[in-house]
């Protein structure tokens, strides 16, 4: 994918350091005006605005598999010690979800956490102040991994085992509908693209991210192919923020990778510069930062992106 770049305009602007990006506005019901954001710039560097460890003092090592964010709250999967942490985002410990093997977290607008766990083969649903609600997928689901909410605020959930995403209704648990993941090696994390609901799916195994429609349709790929020239290695986290941008984490090169809502490289956020060992979860948190999680327990908080209005003399990639 990074061979489309040829049919696009990048530059920098060498007084300060910013990649701008001109693409289509984020959606009205994410409470921004679409006008605002008539150019967008990623900065040069990455500016980290926050970080701290998730290991406790009773922790038996650290092992984070999973990340969401409130507005209140972070909530981490830790997987070998069992437990899924909260704190706040300064990083203060406030109490944790004891659970069998967690993968990921999400958590949605009414208050609720939706927790894979390998152990359990299921989801576990908590409120966001530590209150067991229900299971779902129990039966259903063999190695459930990575969790995102829909449009609909409705589940899905990736199975590793079975490759497929099992979509389970918010409240009532009941399956909705499964979409097979035939091209994928081993499928573990998904979100939805905020702009035009198209389902990103990292592929551990197969070295890429697949881009399915949000009818199932397969769109494309980014990653392990000779035709795009573009070697990932174990992706792992995935997200997208307001204006559609999809993020992931190439783990194995230890850097989080930012590409347009049509699959377009735009650039490297996070580098192993930026002293990641294993970066492997990641979320937008309410500030519109990008919240990076490494596998060994630390959290950083990034800010990447800025709105420019009537910007003059800077360089367009026209990701349309």
Not at 262 to 284: H, K, N, S, W
Request: include cysteine.
């Amino acid at each position: 994918m990074e061979a489309m770049l040829g049919q696009s305009r990048r530059g920098v602007n060498p007084r300060s350091g910013q990649v701008t990006i001109q693409t289509q506005p984020p959606l009205a019901e994410h409470g921004q005006n679409p006008r605002s954001a008539s150019n967008l710039v990623f900065f040069e560097k990455t500016e980290c605005v926050h970080s701290f460890s998730t290991q406790l003092e009773d922790d038996r090592g650290v092992r984070m598999t999973g990340l969401a964010v409130d507005k209140e709250h972070m909530f981490v999967a830790d997987y070998v010690n069992n437990r899924t942490k909260v704190f706040t985002h300064k990083g203060q410990y406030k109490f944790d979800i004891k659970l069998n093997y967690p993968c990921d977290v999400a958590v949605s607008q009414t208050g609720h956490l939706y927790i894979t766990s390998h152990g359990d083969s299921c989801v576990q649903v908590y409120s966001t102040r530590g209150q067991q609600v229900t299971t779902m997928g129990q039966g259903l689901l063999k190695w459930p991994w990575g969790i995102t909410l829909n449009r609909q605020g409705h589940v899905m959930v990736c199975d590793s085992v079975k490759k497929s995403i099992f979509t389970f209704h918010a409240d009532s648990g009941q399956l909705l509908n499964t979409i097979p993941l035939n091209m994928c090696v081993s499928p573990v994390y998904i979100t939805v693209n905020s702009l035009n609901y198209n389902i990103a799916v990292a592929d551990r195994w197969g070295h890429c991210v697949h881009v399915l429609s949000p009818t199932g349709d397969h769109l494309y790929q980014y990653g392990s192919s000779e035709s795009d020239g573009v070697l990932l290695m174990l992706p792992r986290g995935v997200c997208t923020d307001n204006y559609g941008h999809i993020f992931f984490a190439d783990m194995g090169n230890r850097r989080i990778v930012a590409l347009s809502p049509q699959g377009q490289f735009i650039r490297y956020i996070v580098t192993e510069d930026d002293g990641f060992e294993y970066p492997v979860a990641l979320t937008i948190n309410p500030a519109g930062q990008l919240v990076v999680g490494d596998e060994i327990g630390k959290v950083e908080t990034f800010k990447y992106i800025q709105l420019k209005e009537g910007e003059q003399n800077l360089f367009f990639v026209y990701c349309d």
